[in-house]
C-alpha cells in the first residue's frame, strides 16, 4: 500500500508528540514526584466532629520544627478560624468538611485545595513572609458563602 510522503512525516509526527506527552507525565509523576495536592483518605462526614483525627482542630509544632494544621470546615466557618504558623519551615495541612463541599485558599500563597465531605485533603507548604494572611471559601457551599473566611498568621521563625 503507496502512503505519501507529507501524510507519512503527519503520522510520524502525531504519534512522536504522544509519546512526547505521556512520556512527560511519567517523568514528572515517577521521577519528579508531582502528584495531586491530595491523597486518598477517606473519612465519614457524618462523624467527622468527633473523629479523633479532628475532633481538636487546632496547630501542632513537632520537636522537628515542623508544622501540622487541622482543619474542619463546615457552614460558614474554618475551625480553627485563625491560625498561626512559623515562617520557613514545612506546613501540612489536613483539611475535612462537615457537610457539604468547601474551598481553602490562603489569598496570596500557593495553598488551595477542595475540601470534600468524606475525604481528608492534605497539602504541605512553605510561607516565607511573615505576615497576615486571608482564608477564603472558595467553593460555593450556601447562602452565607461570602462570609466564610479565617486568618493565617505567619510569624517570624525564632
Ligand atoms: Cu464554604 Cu463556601
Keep these: 500500500m503507496h502512503v505519501d ?12 508528540v504522544i509519546v512526547l ?8 509523576a515517577v521521577a519528579r514526584g508531582v ?8 473519612i465519614d462526614p457524618g462523624q467527622a466532629r468527633s473523629d479523633p483525627r479532628f475532633a481538636t482542630p487546632g496547630v501542632a509544632i513537632r520537636p522537628d520544627g515542623r508544622a501540622e494544621v487541622v482543619v474542619l470546615a463546615q457552614m460558614f ?3 480553627p478560624a485563625e ?5 520557613g ?8 468538611s462537615a457537610d457539604v463541599i468547601h474551598g481553602f485558599q490562603i489569598v496570596r500563597t500557593n495553598a488551595n485545595t477542595m475540601v470534600v465531605p468524606g475525604y481528608v485533603s492534605q497539602f504541605t507548604t512553605v510561607f516565607t513572609e511573615p505576615g497576615e494572611y486571608l482564608i477564603v471559601c472558595n467553593e460555593y457551599c450556601g447562602l452565607a458563602h461570602h462570609v466564610m473566611q479565617g486568618r493565617l498568621i505567619v510569624e517570624e521563625a525564632r
Excluded at 510522503?5 to 512522536?16: F, G, T
Excluded at 505521556?22 to 514528572?28: H, I, L, N, R
Excluded at 491560625?83 to 515562617?87: E, F, I, Q, T
Design 5 to 16: 510522503l507529507y501524510e507519512k512525516i503527519w503520522m510520524w509526527a502525531s504519534a512522536a
Design 21 to 28: 506527552f505521556v512520556g512527560t507525565v511519567g517523568y514528572a
Design 35 to 42: 502528584h495531586p495536592p491530595s491523597h486518598v483518605e477517606t
Design 77 to 79: 466557618a474554618f475551625q
Design 83 to 87: 491560625v498561626r504558623v512559623p515562617a
Design 89 to 96: 519551615r514545612p506546613v501540612t495541612f489536613r483539611l475535612t
